[in-house]
């Protein structure tokens, strides 16, 4: 095919020693570049057993083999959760993996984490029915199971373990005494230039403030910081007073989410403790199936090559070079996976702005 002039540029392999990323929009022959890069290296002297190349998919991994022709069809073309079987199943032993272990998916794996969920909260509900019912008022979802089973998805995906949850510090936010301190100085600052409807429109800034300040706990000081609004237009602009109306507006807005992280604390440990009983459920499930779902197979290959260096050291040695397809739909999991596999400046990868 003809290609463009920053096409060419993509898949020249004189460029091969520095670690690459193509940025495209979608449907602008990304792939099609990807696996000209890979021909061209081969073409290179390259051994095409040395060259990784992943893909999200696997019917896009079998586009490429078929792209590669049928000269390539023993090359390291697959999935993330291809390469991460065949990782764990010639490592098995190390892995901690039974290695005839199954892949567990679609409505099977729906049907487990429906059970653990549903055993989970069950439990939960026969010793702190009050607590769980606060939650789920809390999260004002419908979908309660859907809405947890979504967070740990995407805990696993980010390569955070359930255990590790309740060791994550809660943002730091404002005060209501940083509140009380920038009231008092706005009280104390000379409103200069300011006629007399901006001076009593100070005033009401100041109550609306002071009720916020002198609320007696977290939910009466959303209620109050409900009530406080600031029409910059009513405000003398180009004075100190104005500067620090606009700083305590955003600092009120800041302090809310303080509030609402210190109001919803006990939902936030019940929450954890939802998932810590859900994770041991599900885990326990796919044990007794010999299975592994694709979350695991991300998880314990990461495992494997984090705790084995010789193991990680030999992968590293058995590719020249990496190639990846759709680099903006990794995961953080994933990326740690990727920073483990590939060697210093052999990564090639092709994705979109995003």
Request: glycine residues 6%.
């Amino acid at each position: 095919m003809n290609f463009t002039r920053d096409q060419l540029d993509a898949i020249d392999i004189g460029k091969r020693n520095l670690d690459t990323c193509v940025v495209a929009g979608p449907g602008s022959g990304k792939t099609t570049v990807l696996v000209e890069y890979f021909r061209r290296l081969v073409e290179a002297g390259v051994d095409p057993l040395r060259i990784l190349a992943i893909t999200f998919t696997e019917k896009a991994a079998g586009n490429m083999r078929k792209k590669l022709a049928v000269e390539f069809r023993d090359a390291w073309v697959s999935t993330v959760h291809g390469f991460c079987a065949r990782l764990l199943r010639e490592n098995a032993v190390f892995a901690g993996v039974d290695p005839e272990f199954r892949i567990v998916e679609g409505n099977e794996a729906w049907r487990m984490q429906q059970e653990s969920i549903a055993a989970a909260i069950d439990a939960l509900f026969q010793e702190h029915a009050g607590l769980l019912r606060a939650l789920i008022r809390g999260l004002a979802s419908f979908e309660f199971e859907e809405a947890v089973l979504s967070a740990y998805d995407a805990m696993r995906g980010a390569g955070v373990r359930v255990e590790d949850l309740a060791g994550y510090p809660v943002p730091q936010g404002v005060s209501t005494g940083e509140i009380a301190a920038m009231t008092n100085a706005l009280r104390d600052e000379p409103a200069a230039n300011w006629n007399e409807a901006q001076g009593r429109y100070k005033e009401s800034i100041l109550e609306d403030a002071a009720r916020i300040v002198t609320a007696p706990g977290p939910l009466d000081i959303l209620r109050a910081i409900e009530g406080f609004s600031v029409d910059l237009r009513k405000c003398k602009r180009g004075t100190a007073a104005y500067d620090l109306v606009v700083e305590l507006r955003d600092r009120i807005e800041e302090l809310k989410h303080s509030l609402i992280t210190e109001f919803y604390a006990p939902q936030r440990e019940l929450l954890i403790d939802i998932l810590r009983r859900f994770d041991r459920q599900y885990r326990e499930r796919k044990r007794q199936a010999g299975a592994l779902d694709f979350a695991d197979l991300e998880e314990f290959a990461v495992r494997l090559l984090v705790a084995h260096a010789d193991t990680r050291a030999r992968l590293q040695g058995q590719f020249d070079h990496i190639l990846m397809d759709e680099f903006q739909d990794t995961n953080g999991q994933q990326a740690h996976l990727l920073e483990l596999v590939r060697p210093p400046d052999r990564f090639y990868a092709v994705g979109d702005i995003n």
